[in-house]
């Protein structure tokens, strides 16, 4: 698990590659992303959602069936509702999306510019950088025991100072192991973190 400067240091160097935004979904899992971050317009992303474009995006359905990287004028996928059209008209002109990872915990991450079409050399540097995050956010297999007991604790409704009297420990070593385990979750909340916990099935 890296840090978050880490993380934010490939998202800048991909927000210069994509000046138009990007969406990145890291580590899909039952149709949720353990990690997003997007840089599109408000307008874009306002419109997007309210129209559902989400559960009829040809780069999602494009992204969950193959692996690689996809411009979007070469894009074998139909596009009924004319997303990619759309797009366009929030001045998301050209794009590429790379698919990468396994179907059970795929990453699925789609870029855009105005100006011209991504070339090979950008695909492939935008493609590592994705790799990269991928590989950098790999969901833990197992928390420690003191990461869940206080976890769970939370999620029963102890206040801190009960359930660090309940551990028989001190309030500030209780607060540490949350500490502990939303870092572990790459959570930013202890309450996100117990959702991840739970997603994946580690409480």
Known sequence: MSS????????NKLSRLAPAGYFVGLHIRFA????????????????????????????????????GACRWSKFPLPDPFDILGEAKRYGLRFGVTVSLGPIS??????????????????IDTISDHVRRLHDMTEPPESLT?????????????????????????????????LISARERLMARTTAEAIQRAKDFRLL
Do not use: M
């Open 32 to 67: 949720a992303p353990l990690l997003q971050f997007q840089t599109y317009s408000p307008q874009w992303t306002d419109h997007y959602s309210a129209n559902g474009y989400a559960l009829r995006d040809p780069t999602i359905a494009w992204g969950f069936s193959t692996i």
């Open 105 to 122: 915990s795929r990453s699925i991450a789609s870029f855009a510019r105005a100006d011209k079409d991504f070339t090979d050399s950008e």
């Open 4 to 11: 978050r400067a880490d993380i934010n240091a490939i998202l």
């Open 145 to 177: 025991k003191a990461q869940s007991e206080a976890l769970r604790c939370v999620a029963e409704g102890d206040r801190h100072a009960a359930a660090a009297a309940k551990l028989g420990i001190t309030e500030s070593a209780f607060k540490a192991r």
